[in-house]
């Protein structure tokens, strides 16, 4: 089982900066750590995911370039710093936790989910 808890959302203009956090507890060790974000009337999309190691990181070609995503796995907490955002990236925001994946972008793939935590971009 793995608990997550994610913080660090707000509301930002455009071309501003977030970073979220994702802390989790309970048997972390080995786990994959995806991002996605949901916003209003539309389906949860996948934004970034982070290996254990971190030596393996993917991102939505919306976010590439944009957004970076890493893990300090000695504070059991993955980060998604968030730059240069647009009012599209307004959404909630989830981490998501699975020791296994296929292509980690898919909601399917990952076993634990946070609560999530909003994100507003203002224009």
């Known amino acids: 089982q793995v608990q997550l808890v994610e913080s660090g959302g707000g509301l930002v203009q455009a071309g501003g900066s977030l970073r979220l956090s994702c802390a989790a507890s309970?048997?972390?060790?080995?786990?994959?750590v995806g991002w996605f974000r949901q916003a209003t009337g539309e389906e949860r999309e996948f934004v970034a995911a982070?290996?254990?190691?971190?030596?393996?990181?993917y991102f939505s070609d919306s976010v590439k370039g944009r957004f970076t995503i890493s893990r300090d796995n000695a504070r059991n907490t993955v980060y998604l710093q968030m730059n240069s955002l647009k009012p599209e990236d307004t959404a909630i925001y989830y981490c998501?936790?699975?020791?296994?994946?296929?292509?980690?972008?898919?909601?399917?793939?990952?076993?634990?989910w946070g609560q999530g935590t909003q994100v507003t971009v203002s224009s």
């Open positions: 998501a936790a699975s020791y296994t994946i296929a292509t980690a972008r898919h909601p399917v793939e990952y076993e634990y």
């Open positions: 982070v290996s254990w190691s971190g030596s393996n990181t």
């Open positions: 309970g048997r972390t060790f080995s786990t994959y």
